[in-house]
């Protein structure tokens, strides 16, 4: 073989690696892009969907809750909205007058929210549930309609707002929750959260 051709084909040679090189920088460069694409499509999926449930169990509350019926200062009748805390479960009650009867009280029917103390318990919702005055069980089994879960959430709290001087009444509902609420360490990019969302409801049927 010449000189020539030794040369050429050295020439080649480092020619293919040169080009092997920079084909495999290229394609980790693609890799990287599509991964990155892939995490932000993963991030925006679950923060859509986690922001979709909160909302939708926000107006869930804001619904009921505003259809409190009360007479303050009537026994029995009361304000028509309670809290009653256990060990095992936070419970919010609601009285409403779905017949159209605002004069009488008896033919009222309680609605009742639930969920357990602990970090990713199930937000319950009964459409019938026992006056608050009955000590009920944690479950469906205290439910007279239909019980179904609006989601899970990492924190909830009721504040019931009584302001005698200001003429305010309503209740304050603060809620966090994480996509996946099991795991809430894992940082933002993999499991989004909506922190602290807060809304405060009035109530349309009630007299002082």
Not at 60 to 87: L, M, T, Y
Not at 107 to 114: G, M, P
Not at 123 to 142: E, H, K, Q, R, V
Request: glycine share 4%; net charge negative; charged share 20%.
């Amino acid at each position: 073989m010449s000189r020539y051709l030794k040369n050429r084909t050295a020439m080649i040679l480092v020619e293919l690696i040169v080009a092997t090189i920079l084909i495999g920088i290229l394609m980790l460069g693609i890799m990287a892009i599509e991964l990155a694409m892939r995490q932000t499509f993963s991030t925006t999926f679950k923060s859509a969907a986690l922001s979709m449930k909160v909302s939708a169990a926000m107006l869930h509350f804001s619904r009921n809750i505003s259809k409190a019926i009360g007479h303050r200062g009537v026994p029995g009748v009361d304000e028509g909205i309670a809290k009653v805390d256990d060990a095992v479960c936070t419970k919010l009650y609601v009285r409403q007058d779905n017949l159209g009867t605002p004069a009488d009280y008896t033919d009222d029917t309680w609605v009742r929210y639930q969920h357990d103390t602990g970090a990713n318990s199930s937000l319950m919702f009964c459409d019938n549930s026992p006056d608050p005055t009955i000590n009920i069980a944690c479950d469906a089994t205290a439910c007279n309609g239909n019980y179904y879960e609006l989601l899970k959430v990492y924190s909830l709290a009721y504040d019931i707002i009584k302001d005698d001087v200001n003429l305010q009444y309503y209740t304050e509902v603060n809620l966090t929750a994480y996509y996946d609420n099991t795991n809430p360490l894992i940082g933002s990019i993999k499991n989004p959260k909506i922190e602290d969302m807060q809304t405060k409801i009035s109530y349309m049927s009630h007299s002082w």
